[in-house]
Structures are given as C-alpha cells and as structure tokens.
C-alpha cells in the first residue's frame, strides 16, 4: 500500500515541477541558419540558345534504323524458309539466299554473253535484241537508194550460198525493180509503194506477175516468214521467171 502511494506521489509532482521552469531559460541558437540578405540578379536564356544544342552530342535517345528494301527482303525470305523447309537457323537462311543470288548473277552474264556472241556470229547490224529485219533494212536502204548500180545477181548468189532465203527474196524484188524500170515499164522512186508500181505498169501478165512477186515478198521479208526449201524454191523459179520475161 506504501508504494503504491509513493509512485502516484512521483507522478503528481512531475507536471508541477515542469510547468515551474522559466521561459527564460530557453535559447535558441542564431547561428544554426544562415540568412542570405544580398540582392538577386535574374539571369535570362540567350535568344535562339536551342540551336546550339541540336548536335548529335545532345542527342540522348538513339531512334530505330530505317531498314532498307534489301534487309526486309532477306527477313521476308528468312521467315519463308522457316515456314516452308523449317529452316530456323537465319544464318543459314541467309547462305542460302547468297547463294541463290550468286547463281542468278552468274545464269544472267552467260545469257547475255550468249546472246552477244550470237549477234555477233549473225552479223546482226543493229542492237542484239532488235528484229534482224529491221537491221537487213538498215543495211540494205542504201542498196535501195543506189538499186541501177548494184550487181543483184552477184548478191542473190551469195545470199543462197549462205542460205539466208528471206535476204534472197528481198534481193529478187529489188532486182525486178530495177529490170523494170531499165526497160522503161516503171519509173523508179524510193518513195513508192508497191501499188504505185503496179498502177504503172501497162501489160497484163507483167502486172500479173508483179502483184503475185509482191504478195511474195511482203509476206516473206516484212512478215518474217522463214521459208522450207520447197517453199523457196517455188518462190525463186516465180522472180526468175518475171526477170526472163523482161528482158
């Protein structure tokens, strides 16, 4: 019973005793914060100052790289491997596209190696892909400009020699041309056609023959037929026997 007088004694007199201690006796310490009292001078961004900074120093967020056309072919051809033959490997996927591409370049060079080799055995006279009619009609205007000075004969030999039947036919109109027009029954211009020929001549089996002669050779040299040797034959003995009707 004594002590539990005393501890609640202890605990009555303690508000009493803190409550009795001066105010006075409380100090703050002026030197703990530090009071700034000189001026404030406002400092201004210089005008435009962005423009120094968009170098790529300043650059901090590095963007995707573009893909070009190529790279997103060789993902495209990856995947498709992977779907078609499971190829999972990309490094092999792309062996594989190295070596399809190698394989093309090299098909491609013998084609045109071929085909210049064969333009230059032809004696094509014009760009290897070009008609071989054309390139004749090229080469043979000048015959056409100059037709009373050029030996046909000599040149229909040759051409059946070679056994460029097309070039023989061609060689057999101008050659009635030129036998018409040295008899008279023509007069001989580049510019005409062949109706204009036919308009002028004034026998009936010469104008004949002319009109069949004609159908021949625009059939067989403008239409590029190839003749079989029957078929050239016909043809030859059909001019031959016009030019021995000429003279």
């Given at each position: 019973?004594?002590?539990?007088?005393l501890i609640l004694l202890f605990f009555s007199i303690i508000p009493l005793w803190s409550q009795s201690t001066p105010a006075s006796k409380i100090?703050?310490?002026?030197?703990?914060?530090?009071?700034?009292?000189?001026?404030?001078?406002?400092?201004?961004?210089?005008?435009?100052?962005?423009?120094?900074?968009?170098?790529?120093?300043?650059?901090?967020?590095?963007?995707?790289?573009?893909?070009?056309?190529?790279?997103?072919?060789?993902?495209?051809?990856?995947?498709?491997?992977?779907?078609?033959?499971?190829?999972?490997?990309?490094?092999?996927?792309?062996?594989?596209?190295?070596?399809?591409?190698?394989?093309?370049?090299?098909?491609?060079?013998?084609?045109?190696?071929?085909?210049?080799?064969?333009?230059?055995?032809?004696?094509?006279?014009?760009?290897?892909?070009?008609?071989?009619?054309?390139?004749?009609?090229?080469r043979y205007d000048e015959i056409e400009k100059n037709l009373h000075l050029v030996d046909f004969e000599k040149l229909i030999k040759q051409s059946?020699?070679?056994?460029?039947?097309?070039?023989?036919?061609?060689?057999?109109?101008?050659?009635?041309?030129?036998?018409?027009?040295?008899?008279?029954?023509?007069?001989?211009?580049?510019?005409?056609?062949?109706?204009?020929?036919?308009?002028?001549?004034?026998?009936?089996?010469?104008?004949?023959?002319?009109?069949?002669?004609?159908?021949?050779?625009?059939?067989?040299?403008?239409?590029?037929?190839?003749?079989?040797?029957?078929?050239?034959?016909?043809?030859?003995?059909?001019?031959?026997?016009?030019?021995?009707?000429?003279?």
């Amino acid at each position: 019973m004594k002590k539990f007088v005393l501890i609640l004694l202890f605990f009555s007199i303690i508000p009493l005793w803190s409550q009795s201690t001066p105010a006075s006796k409380i100090t703050t310490d002026s030197t703990a914060v530090a009071i700034d009292t000189s001026d404030v001078v406002p400092v201004y961004f210089k005008e435009n100052f962005k423009e120094n900074y968009n170098g790529t120093a300043f650059k901090y967020e590095e963007a995707a790289p573009v893909k070009s056309i190529w790279e997103r072919f060789k993902e495209w051809f990856s995947e498709w491997l992977n779907r078609t033959f499971d190829v999972q490997d990309s490094a092999r996927a792309m062996t594989i596209l190295d070596y399809a591409i190698n394989t093309i370049a090299v098909l491609l060079i013998l084609v045109v190696i071929y085909l210049i080799v064969k333009a230059i055995l032809n004696k094509e006279g014009t760009w290897i892909f070009g008609s071989k009619s054309d390139a004749n009609l090229i080469r043979y205007d000048e015959i056409e400009k100059n037709l009373h000075l050029v030996d046909f004969e000599k040149l229909i030999k040759q051409s059946i020699q070679s056994g460029e039947h097309r070039l023989t036919i061609r060689y057999y109109y101008l050659f009635v041309l030129k036998k018409m027009s040295e008899k008279e029954l023509i007069e001989w211009d580049v510019e005409k056609t062949n109706s204009d020929y036919l308009y002028e001549i004034k026998s009936p089996q010469l104008k004949a023959n002319f009109e069949y002669l004609s159908y021949l050779y625009n059939y067989i040299w403008y239409g590029e037929f190839e003749l079989t040797a029957t078929e050239f034959e016909k043809a030859k003995k059909a001019f031959d026997t016009t030019i021995q009707s000429i003279y």
